[in-house]
T-cell receptor, first 110, second 109 residues
Framework: DTEVTQTPKHLVMGMTNKKSLKCEQH?????MYWYKQKAKKPPELMFV???????INESVPSRFSPECPNSSLLNLHLHALQPEDSALYLC?????????FGQGTRLTVV | RKEVEQDPGPFNVPEGATVAFNCTYS??????FFWYRQDCRKEPKLLMS???SGNEDGRFTAQLNRASQYISLLIRDSKLSDSATYLC??????????FGQGTRLTINP
């Protein structure tokens, strides 16, 4: 298994909703990441988990809450988002120089 | 100054042409360098790592100049399927990938 699987692929949510994005990998990678990508822009790092502990938070607003239940799973909990949070959310995992990205969740906040 | 700078393009070239992209990075301590390819509405995918000695993978050649903090990608005999956005990526520290803004390439028949 050489994939990072993200669900859902698409999500539309209201500004008062609570939702979660999920990410799973079974490559034994011990670092997992959330990136945010706006249209025509490069991916921007949000969070890094290393050995299931949060190691980097790039000053992300608290309405985004990451969680790493185990070494294969990474969640991103969303609450009270704004329309400007609409973007492609990419999960990735890595080991040494190898980084693998999931297909992303395309989020629209209405 | 941006950490990783690329010419955003767009580059429009005819099929069969040779095209070159350049990228500069600001952190002289960076150790790992990559080119990723991203198709429209898809995730980035690793095209190739970049090594100091230069490396080639089929029609693709990557070069790194540490003294000038400069990375390049050369695509020879371009195909229609090469149309994509090419992202220059620098790894900072153990875990952080920093992306350039990407160069958009369209190959025309």
């Amino acid at each position: 298994d050489t994939e990072v699987t993200q669900t859902p692929k698409h999500l539309v949510m209201g500004m008062t909703n609570k939702k979660s994005l999920k990410c799973e990998q079974h490559m034994g990678h011990r670092a997992m990441y959330w990136y945010k990508q706006k249209a025509k822009k490069p991916p921007e790092l949000m969070f890094v988990y290393s050995y299931e502990k949060l190691s980097i938070n790039e000053s992300v607003p608290s309405r985004f809450s990451p969680e790493c239940p185990n070494s294969s799973l990474l969640n991103l909990h969303l609450h009270a988002l704004q329309p400007e949070d609409s973007a492609l959310y990419l999960c990735a995992s890595s080991r040494d120089r190898v980084f693998v990205f999931g297909q992303g969740t395309r989020l629209t906040v209405v | 100054r941006k950490e990783v700078e690329q010419d955003p393009g767009p580059f429009n070239v005819p099929e069969g042409a040779t095209v070159a992209f350049n990228c500069t990075y600001s952190n002289s301590a960076s150790q790992s360098f990559f080119w990723y390819r991203q198709d429209c509405r898809k995730e980035p995918k690793l095209l190739m790592s970049v090594y100091s000695s230069g490396n080639e993978d089929g029609r693709f050649t990557a070069q790194l100049n540490r003294a000038s903090q400069y990375i390049s990608l050369l695509i020879r005999d371009s195909k229609l399927s090469d149309s994509a956005t090419y992202l220059c990526v620098v790894k900072e520290g153990a875990q952080k990938l920093v992306f350039g803004q990407g160069t958009r390439l369209t190959i025309n028949p």
